[in-house]
């Protein structure tokens, strides 16, 4: 970006030295508004009233929009331009992306059992103002609306891959937090693109919950399901056969892994994964098969010998 000056006169240096704020926003009106001159003049190709054959665009005046920030409102200058160019948005659109993350942080920590009298400490040191408890409460149920309207969506085309699994986490109830299971599915389109598909929140992970679940995205249209790849919840195997009976199930192989690992000496943990992803990575069954019976063989025969050290 063009090289960017902010001149500072001695009545901004003693303003900036005091405990006014004013010199404060005067200063940061005065980076701000050069940020955006230096990335128009980058765009045009030029400087103002600069000739140049590599310019690409004409200047247009300014526009002033106002911002608001923790130390007040500012009146920002914004360089306008003709032609292909524009100032770029992504400059003008950063104070409304802090907004939205802190609201969703707002909200995970709700979500989570902060408590609201926390949510507004949290608030007071990172903004300068307390979000009531009001507030927090119509976010969240303006989450919950969205939420629900992004989970009852119909489902189009045929994801011949599902991938299923439940989570436990600690969520807000009758003004208690508990912890409820959280099951979740992802569906694999035949081009490879995933897709979280559908969540459903239960007090636990049983095979109703999990048929209940199944037969909620097949009333919202999901078909052509061939793979089913979950851990090896007995509940879940089974729901999944009743509800996809042409379907295949397969085991996790995260899951698999760390079941796998876990009779394994924790310094020998990296050799055997490494040998794990080895018949993970084969291109086919049959160089899967033979690469299996070498990792088999390879420690049933070296057993005695790694007991040893």
Known sequence: MTG????????LVQSLLSSETEGIQKLLKQVLEAILEARATDIAGAGRYERSEDRKCQRNGYREKWV??????????????????????????MLPRIERALVLTVLEMSVNGVST??????????????????????LCKDLDEIVQAWNSRALSGEYPFLIVDALYVRVRCARQVIKKAVHIAIGVRGDGKREIIGVCVSPRESQE?????????????????????????????????ECFPESSWHRCQTHFS??????????????????????????????AMKKSKEVILKYGSCREVYIAK
């Open 209 to 241: 919950t999990w048929k209940d679940f199944f037969n909620s995205l097949i009333d919202r249209g999901l078909k052509g399901v061939r793979f089913i790849t979950s851990d090896q919840h007995q509940g879940l195997v089974n729901a999944a056969d």
């Open 4 to 11: 960017i000056k902010i001149p500072l006169d001695e009545s």
């Open 258 to 287: 760390r079941n796998l690992l876990s009779h394994v000496p924790e310094q020998y943990h990296d050799d055997v994964l490494e040998d794990i992803h080895s018949i993970y990575n084969c291109k086919s069954q049959k160089s």
């Open 117 to 138: 009298r926390k949510v507004r400490h949290i608030t007071e040191e990172l903004c300068g103002w307390g979000m009531s408890k009001s507030t927090v409460s119509r």
């Open 68 to 93: 608001t920030f923790r130390i007040g409102r500012l009146k920002i200058r914004i360089p306008q331009l003709r032609g292909d160019g524009d100032i770029d948005r992504e400059s003008l659109n």
